[in-house]
């Protein structure tokens, strides 16, 4: 039996991102950096200040990256070698969680665990040569607030990592206290910046015209170069990268589902804007509208989403195939169809809502002048995976922008959040 139309209408309704809703949510953004500019405290953006400006591209010598923010940790010796020019020389990583075997992010997990698994990871990284000196720069991709380069104090775990001991607590004083028990003493940490500031650093090494840093991913969140900032402990050029922590961005109303999810989740209240467009909850926000019209939850992933969504043969058998893998009996073509066209809904609002963000950016930035042709370096696997995705960034802003699109782009920067670090690094002790 196929679902009722009209349940399926409303609760597609529920996802709707209109030209008029995300041109607010825009203008909302613009209107919320302006407050935090003046005050942080007013906006809900964190609006952290990074330390550090635009590398020149010249950045030169070998350095540890060290990436801790998602699922997996990595950490990369990289040789950079000026213009735009690097070369990763060593690459180890392994995964957070390794189910039945180790949680590391876990309520149960510890501070020891946690950062002992990061030493050991370094560890390999150097070969276990514990005399030559190396100096790292480390991706710390959680809001961190920082008076300087290379201390940052975790405010609060997001993307649902529950460590103890950790928040409030400056993260490279417990990495070092690691490394030291593992008995290593030559790593030396000089830079911890975020991952949307890795980005960035990462993008505008190789290229011009790169103000703006974002993460679409397990997380989301933007950060940009803002000119009017110096701070002489301050390393780079043309202003302070700020990362904003948009993830927080709260002025949007969110649906039913967006609540239900929030109220339900390691953080109530926190996160609003990523629970709405992030990969680690767009599954669930599509398990939950599916369960209203089937009458019973299953949990989908936003690979299973991409997966279905990438189905547009005439008879969706792959995507019949991956709905009937869960639910356990194969469901009417017409059924099949509809469930696709919700998870699309839901992909398509979250790469929307992104793109206004990213405009607001721009619109901000552009002050009262013209909008200067510009690329948003972009890393993640929704950005660069997610069928639909990609289309509707560069549909959402010419509505948005109008004739102005032509200058404003999204480019694809793989990998930033390690050759940012050790961006960071090289800047920090030249
Ligand atoms: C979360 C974190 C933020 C990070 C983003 C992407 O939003 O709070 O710091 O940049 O995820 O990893």
Not at 158 to 176: Q, S
Not at 226 to 234: A, F, L, M, N, Y
């Amino acid at each position: 039996m196929s679902f009722e139309e009209g349940k399926f209408q409303e609760v597609l309704s529920e996802f709707a991102a209109t030209p008029e809703f995300i041109r607010e949510v825009a203008a909302n953004f613009r209107q919320d950096l302006q407050i935090g500019l003046r005050d942080p405290k007013s906006s809900s953006m964190r609006m952290l200040k990074s330390y550090v400006g635009l590398p020149t591209g010249n950045e030169k010598g070998e350095f540890l990256a060290l990436d801790f923010g998602g699922t997996n940790v990595r950490v990369l010796r990289i040789k950079l070698e000026g213009e735009g020019r690097y070369e990763v020389t060593k690459r180890v990583g392994e995964p957070l969680v390794l189910e039945g075997k180790y949680d590391y992010i876990g309520k149960d997990s510890t501070v020891d665990q946690m950062f002992g698994f990061l030493a050991r990871l370094i560890d390999e990284a150097i070969d276990g040569d514990h005399s030559t000196r190396f100096y790292l720069g480390h991706t710390f991709s959680f809001p961190s607030s920082q008076d300087d380069l290379n201390n940052a104090r975790l405010i609060i775990w997001t993307k649902e990592f529950a460590t103890p001991g950790v928040e409030g607590e400056v993260v490279n004083d417990l990495l070092l206290t690691a490394l030291k028990k593992r008995g290593i003493e030559n790593v030396v940490p000089v830079a911890v910046i975020n991952d949307t500031v890795a980005v960035l650093l990462s993008a505008a090494y190789k290229q011009s015209d790169v103000y703006t840093g974002s993460i679409y991913a397990t997380g989301h969140n933007t950060c940009y170069l803002e000119g009017s900032i110096h701070d002489p402990k301050g390393f780079g050029r043309g202003g302070m990268i700020l990362n904003l922590e948009c993830g927080n961005f709260m002025k949007l109303t969110p649906n039913r589902f967006d609540t239900e999810l929030d109220q339900k989740s390691e953080k109530p209240g926190e996160q609003r804007f990523e629970k709405m467009v992030s990969g680690r909850y767009m599954g669930e926000l599509f398990s939950m509208a599916v369960a209203e019209l089937l009458g019973e939850k299953f949990n989908f992933t936003a690979i299973d989403m991409s997966g279905i969504v990438a189905d547009e043969s005439p008879q969706l058998t792959k995507a019949a195939k991956i709905l009937a893998e869960k639910v356990g009996r194969e469901l009417e073509l017409a059924d099949v169809a509809r469930i696709r066209e919700l998870a699309a809904a839901i992909i398509v609002r979250s790469a929307r809502l992104v793109t206004a963000s990213y405009v607001g950016i721009v619109w901000q930035r552009a002050g009262n002048g013209e909008i200067q042709k510009q690329h948003v370096a972009v890393d993640g696997s929704v950005y660069e995976k997610m069928p639909l995705v990609k289309e509707n960034i560069n549909r959402a802003l010419s509505e948005l922008l109008g004739e102005d699109a032509a200058k404003v782009d999204t480019i694809l920067d793989n990998g930033g959040s390690g050759l940012g670090a050790a961006i960071a690094a090289a800047m920090a002790v030249q």
